[in-house]
Each structure stands twice: as C-alpha cells, then as structure tokens.
C-alpha cells in the first residue's frame, strides 16, 4: 500500500491466470458463429470475423488483470479499476458484511477463487475480485475480518448480543443421508421435466410413440393407441407418470449430492458460514446482525421425513444475483426437533420462551369456504354448463367439500404469535410456513382492508423489515379481527 | 391527538391533473374519429363520448372522495397514514425508522400551495411512505416535528 497526496494507492494485483475466467464470455460471443457453421453455413468468407470475437474476452480479461488492483487500507478495502476511466473504490471494513468465495471445477483445477465483497447496500455484490490465488483470498479475508473486528471492539458494537467464541462451532452437517431425503422432497425438478417432457411430446409425439410401440401393438392384433381397453390405457398414464416422477426425483438427489456436498454450518463469533458444493464450492457468510426474518418450511413430504428447511432473509440481500430474492439458506434441510435450536441461533438473543399461540378471527373458516366456493362455480360451472345442459349445475356441490376443509384446516392450523422479542406467524396447513420476525426489526406496519375485509369485520396486518420483499416471503397476517389488528400494531411499533 | 386531513386545496390540484388526463384522451379520441372516417358512425363517437363524461364525472368526484379518506396523526410513535378508497390502507411509520425524507412539489401543486412529504424507511417493500397535499407550512412543520423529537438507530 503506496500513499499519493494522503490517499492509499491499491497495489494487489489480480491472480496472473484470471484471463482464463474471461474466455467463456467471448466464447459466448462466438456461439452463434458456432451455430452457424454447425448448422451447414461455409467455412471461408465471413468466417474470420469469429478469431476477434473469439479473442474479445480472454483480452479484456488480460487488460482487467493489468488495470485492476485491490488492497487492505486503513479503513477499508480499496479498488482501482480502469486506467482511462478512473474508478477509485473504498468499501468500508464495517459495512462489509461478507466475503463469499466460489470455485467451480476450473478454479480448483488453478488453485483460485472468485471473491464476492458484499455490503448491506443490496443490488449484489458491492465488488467481485474475479480471480485470487487461495492464499491471497485467505489473506484479504484475514485482513478484512480482523479490522472488522478491531474497529467492531471500539465501537463496543455487538460484544452484547454475540459473546465470542473462541472456535467455530459446528451447528450443522448434513451427511449424504440427509442429502438424498432433501432430493426426495425437492419438487423443482418435477415441474420442468414434465414441462419439458409435454413439450417434446407436443413435438414429436405422435410418429415417435407409432414407431415405439406400433410393432408390440400391431403384435397384440391393434392399430391403434385407442383400440386399447380401458385398464391398458390407465396404466399406460401411470407408467409414464411413475417414470416422469422416478427420472424427477434422481435428478433431485443427484442435484442436493452435488450442491449440497458435505454441507458444513458453523457460528464463528457474529457470524454463521456455511460451505458446500462437490464440484463447485460456495462459502457463504451470513453476519447474524443482518438476520431480519428466519422462515421456516414444511411441505408435505418434508413432514413425511420428518424435516423442515429454514431460510433466514438478510438486510440488504434483495439484488444478489445467486439468492434472487434475498433469502440464504440456513439449513438447506433439518430434523425438525434441531428447527428451534437453530432458529435461535440465527436470532441470539431473542428468547421466544414459550409463545401463548392466537388464532385468526373466528369467521375466516366460513370466509375461506365461501371465497373457494366462488372460484370453483366461476371456473366450474361455465364449463360444466357447456358440455352437459343444466345438469352441469351439479358440479357445483362437488366443489363443497374441498372448500370446507380448507376453510376449516387453514383456520385451525394457521396462527399468530407476540413475545416480548418476537413475531412469530404459522400460516397454512399443507405447505405449512413459519416466519420470526424479532420485533426490532420491523420497519413499518401497514393494515389493509380490502372490500371484503370490510364486509367481515376483518384486517390484513403486514410488517416491513429491511430483508425478503418478494410476495411469497413477505410477513402478512390476513383475516385479523378488526380490534386485535389494531392492538397488534400499537404494540409493534 | 386525533387524526387529521390534508389541506383541502389539495383536492383541486388533483381534479385538475385527473381533468388534464381526460382532456388529452379527449383530443386523441376526437383525432381518431376524424382521421378515421369508417369509424364516423353514430356508435362508435357516442360510447367514447359517455366514456369521456363517465371519466370526466370520476375525475370531479374521486379527489373529493380520496381526500376524505386521507388523513394522519403524528403521536409519540411516529407517523400514521390512512389512505384508500376501496382497499384501505393506515401505515404506520415509527419516527426511528425514518431514513431520510423529501419535501416535494410539482408545478400544479405549487400553484395550490401544496407539498407530498415522503418518508423513506430502510425496509424492503414499502420503502417510500408519502403523504401528499399538505399545505407547505404544514409539512415542513411536521418534518421538524418528526425528525427533531426522535432520534437513535435506524436498522
């Protein structure tokens, strides 16, 4: 670190290889080229114009490496980028809030890594260092943390809610066992094979499945799919619907074994890590004085295994490329008796005792089964009308009892909760979440009252904390009664 | 301290943005008609018209009717804003969350005397919490109000 008129000049330079890492960009620019000449276009004429695009990225890699430099100043990570266009970059030490490193296959093969800077200011990562040999990346973290941690001491910050630990901790491992139920659960997968799956059929369906099956139907004396009895037809859909689950679900366990690959969650002082990955390795910090909701779910099949996955939403993490809304995995997959323990890890110093449990307001059974009753006439019976005349009017009925039982569970099995440090709200029956928001976190409270709100005397209370934001994470109790929502919000705020 | 309206000039200010709006409609309707002659028959200029005056009556009355429904109340805690119409809406704002704030006027509210205060919190979904129509020396007096009495930390 050199000193120019009293300002630090970086000095770190960038691994010598990090060219390497910028050839798949031009390689990208070169892929319609590619396509082309794979497609039949002829070699000579125009081609030569695919050796610049080829030559574009490990080029602007060379020039990166040769412009860029990085070091550990007085108060904060320091970065010069460019040398026509100047940009002289000061991260703060305090606001750093983590140092994620990535390596895939190639990075381990060269010994580097990608070096995230992260800061709580959201939109991504604050800087990516793109690449460090893994001492230099050891190195600035070591720099990094330890100023962070001398000038966290003089501020006092923290010293409170997180008492030091002398060594990491291990709060979680999840052996390959875990792995392959997590793969068993993850219905992702599913979705897009079968989507993939009809696509293709769409495609080419039909002359396939003919040349497929024809010889072992015209054996059986058919000519067609349709000549077939009732009973083949049904397990002809099940065989296909078994298949597409069984093909899901190794994709899913073989997915969980190669992301999740000897998944490690540790507590290091204020701050939980976690590393994982079989080809790729991800270290992920999560500082615990970001943590502004943990949520917590169940579906079906996580109950049937007995497990739970725990997110946690982070200050700030709403732009992050990797985790696109906001939220980190804080156990990936859990028993569900350790769920508690690590919940209040993630939120130390916030004890939820024993929470005394609220229900909603008594009428959103009946409002429930009402509001699923209308749906299913508006979506049923126009239909239903068309195909079969007035008897058609009998779907309607059909449609009562799903609506009444969802009416009931969901009433029953959703419910809310206020301790002295902590919101907690368990909504749902089949996919059952959890969210825990410690009170302090909360930013603005906003009650709303729809027109059918109105009408049963009831309130949506929503609470605003600075991590999460995308819809299916936010923190909103719906059907409140109309006073204890408002008592509700007096005291949250 | 109970709740509180808005400076009621405000309600002219907005009548006459919504007239505004209904106007220019209005010309590219009347341009649509006349550059195109197939569309000259009776029909077609009777239903945008009664459209125009449908829009033009809602542009009279909604500002009456939104104005009556906003209103806030400054207590110890912080701000409250109740808004809305159909779906309404009371956010609470706590004076300690309060990041920075904005005191705003655009040419038509100026010529009304009226200013939108807006209150930025560091959350992530409603990040921006504004109250317009206040008279000018009504907002800048509540600002003081709610940035001088509290302070502390923010996130």
Redesign the interface.
């Known amino acids: 670190m050199r000193y120019e008129n009293g300002h630090p000049i970086p000095e770190q330079r960038l691994h010598p290889l990090s060219w390497v890492f910028y050839l798949s960009g031009g390689l990208g620019a070169a892929l319609p080229a590619v396509a082309a000449l794979a497609l039949g276009a002829e070699w000579g004429g125009g081609l030569w114009v695919l050796l610049p695009l080829i030559l574009i990225g490990p080029l602007a890699g060379l020039w990166h490496q040769w412009v860029y430099r990085y070091d550990a100043g007085p108060d904060g990570l320091v970065i010069r980028e460019g040398l026509i266009f100047r940009n002289l970059r000061q991260i703060d030490y305090r606001r750093i809030e983590n140092l994620d490193t990535r390596r895939n296959p190639l990075h381990r093969l060269l010994g580097v890594a990608d070096v995230k800077v992260e800061t709580?200011s959201g939109g991504g990562a604050e800087a990516t260092l793109r690449v460090l040999s893994l001492a230099q990346a050891a190195r600035l973290g070591e720099a990094v943390f330890a100023r962070r941690r001398a000038l966290d001491a003089d501020a006092g910050e923290e010293a409170v809610n997180a008492p030091p630990v002398a060594e990491a901790e291990v709060l979680l491992r999840l052996p390959p066992g875990e792995l392959i139920r997590m793969g068993l659960i993850d219905n992702r997968n599913l979705f897009w094979l079968g989507a993939v799956l009809g696509s293709v059929v769409q495609v080419l369906g039909v002359d396939l499945l003919e040349r497929v099956v024809g010889p072992a139907l015209r054996d059986a004396g058919l000519r067609y799919v349709s000549e077939l009895g009732l009973m083949l037809k049904v397990l002809l859909v099940a065989g296909t619907v078994i298949g597409v689950l069984l093909v899901g679900k190794a994709l899913s366990v073989l997915g969980a074994l190669v992301r999740y690959h000897d998944y490690v969650l540790e507590q290091d002082g204020g701050d939980l890590r976690a590393r994982h990955g079989l080809f790729t390795r991800h270290a992920v910090t999560l500082r615990l004085a970001r943590v502004q909701v943990v949520h917590q779910l169940a579906t079906p099949l996580h109950r049937l295994f007995g497990r739970v996955a725990l997110q946690v939403d982070l200050?700030g993490g709403?732009g992050d490329a990797d985790h696109g809304d906001?939220a980190r995995p804080l156990a990936p997959i859990c028993r569900a008796d350790n769920a508690p323990a690590l919940i209040d890890r993630a939120l130390p110093g916030l004890a939820r005792g024993a929470p005394e449990w609220r229900p909603l307001s008594a009428r959103t059974g009946y409002r429930l089964t009402r509001l699923w009753l209308w749906c299913w006439a508006l979506l049923s019976l126009p239909p239903a009308l068309w195909w079969w005349g007035w008897p058609g009017l009998a779907a309607l009925p059909a449609g009562l009892p799903v609506a009444l039982l969802h009416g009931h569970l969901y009433a029953r099995y959703t419910r809310w909760a206020l301790t002295p440090d902590l919101l907690l709200f368990h909504r749902g029956w089949l996919w059952r979440r959890l969210a825990v928001v410690p009170r302090n976190r909360i930013?603005?409270?906003?009650?709303?009252?729809?027109?059918f709100d109105?009408r049963y005397r009831m309130t949506a209370l929503?609470v605003?904390?600075?991590?999460?934001?995308l819809t299916k994470r936010?923190v909103r109790l719906g059907y409140l009664d109309r006073d204890v929502a408002a008592r509700l919000?007096r005291a949250l705020? | 301290m109970g709740f509180q309206s808005v400076d009621r000039r405000t309600v002219s200010a907005w009548r006459l943005q919504a007239l505004a709006g209904v106007a220019v409609a209005a010309l590219a309707a009347v341009a649509a008609v006349i550059a195109l002659p197939q569309l000259a028959g009776w029909p077609v200029p009777g239903l945008l018209g009664g459209l125009l005056v449908v829009a033009a009556g809602l542009a009279l009355w909604l500002p009456a009717l939104a104005h009556a429904r906003l209103r806030y109340r400054l207590d110890e805690h912080g701000l409250t804003i109740e808004h809305g119409i159909l779906w309404r809406h009371r956010i609470i704002v706590p004076r300690v969350r309060v990041q920075h704030s904005d005191i705003s006027q655009g040419p038509l509210q100026r010529a009304f005397g009226v200013t939108t205060l807006r209150l930025y919190t560091a959350g992530s979904r409603f990040t921006v919490n504004s109250l317009p129509g206040l008279a000018d020396d009504q907002a800048r007096a509540l600002r003081r109000q709610l940035l001088d009495e509290g302070d502390g930390d923010a996130v």
Do not use: I
């Open positions: 709580s200050a709403a906001g930013q603005t409270v906003r009650l709303t009252r729809s027109p109105r929503e605003d904390t600075a991590g999460g934001g936010r919000a705020v």
